[in-house]
C-alpha cells in the first residue's frame, strides 16, 4: 500500500507534545478506541502482543493523581511533586496508560517494551491525523506497582507512559531537531 508521501512526512514532522487542550472536549470512547486498535500495528517480535491500554476520563483522573501521589510518597518523592501529582492528570479531559506485560527473558521483556514505544507512536500519530493533541508522560518513580494496578494491569506490567489526551486550544513551538547522524558502511 502507498500512501501519499507527502501527507506521511507531515504528519510525522507535526506531531507535537502538547498539553494545551480544552478541558471541557473529552475525546469520544470510540476515538479512543481507534487510537488503541491503530496503536497495535505496530511491529512485535514474536507477537507477544504486549501493549496493554487503560483510559482514563472524569473523577478517574483524580483517582489517578491521588494513586501516584500516594506512591510518590512511600517512594520519598519531594513533597511538593508529591502535591502536584494529585491534580496533573486533570489537565487534560482524556488520560491512556499505556503498559507493556513482561516477557519470558529479559530480551523478550526489553523487545516488548520497544514494540509498546512503536505503537505509542502510531496512536500519537493517529492523534495527529484526527486533530488530536498528545503528551507523552514518563509514569514517576515508584508508582509502576500502583498505576498498573489502578489501570487493571498485571502489577508487573511495565507502565511506558502515562499520556495526556484532547482537543488542542494553542499550538506549541516546533524544537529544533538536530540532523541524524548516519554511519555509512558500504564496504
Ligand atoms: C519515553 C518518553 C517519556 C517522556 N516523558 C516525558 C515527561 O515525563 N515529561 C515531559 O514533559 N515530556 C516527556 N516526554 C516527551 C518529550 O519531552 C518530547 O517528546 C520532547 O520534548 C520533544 O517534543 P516533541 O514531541 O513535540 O517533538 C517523554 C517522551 C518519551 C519518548
Redesign the pocket.
Known amino acids: 500500500m502507498t500512501a501519499a508521501r507527502h501527507d506521511v512526512d507531515d504528519l510525522i514532522r507535526g506531531?507535537?507534545?502538547?498539553m494545551f487542550v480544552d478541558r471541557d472536549r473529552a475525546v469520544p470512547d470510540e476515538t479512543i478506541a481507534e487510537l488503541c486498535e491503530l496503536a497495535t500495528w505496530a511491529p512485535n517480535h514474536k507477537r507477544t502482543w504486549p501493549w496493554r491500554f487503560a483510559s482514563v476520563t472524569g473523577a478517574g483522573r483524580s483517582r489517578l493523581g491521588q494513586v501516584v501521589s500516594g506512591a510518590m510518597a512511600a517512594h520519598g518523592d519531594e513533597p511538593h511533586k508529591v502535591t502536584k501529582a494529585l491534580t496533573k492528570y486533570e489537565r487534560t479531559p482524556n488520560i491512556l496508560i499505556i503498559g507493556s506485560v513482561i516477557g519470558d527473558s529479559d530480551e523478550r521483556t526489553a523487545e516488548n517494551r520497544d514494540a509498546v514505544?512503536a505503537a505509542?507512536q502510531n496512536l500519537m500519530l493517529a492523534a495527529t491525523a484526527r486533530g488530536i493533541a498528545t503528551?507523552?508522560?514518563?509514569c514517576p518513580k515508584g508508582s509502576h506497582e500502583a498505576v498498573a494496578t489502578f489501570a487493571g494491569f498485571a502489577p508487573d506490567t511495565h507502565i511506558?507512559?502515562i499520556f495526556y489526551v484532547g482537543y488542542p486550544i494553542e499550538s506549541?513551538e516546533?524544537?529544533e531537531?538536530p540532523d541524524p547522524v548516519i554511519n555509512v558502511i558500504d564496504n
Open positions: 506531531r507535537r507534545t502538547n514505544a505509542a503528551y507523552w508522560g514518563s511506558v507512559g506549541m516546533v524544537p531537531r
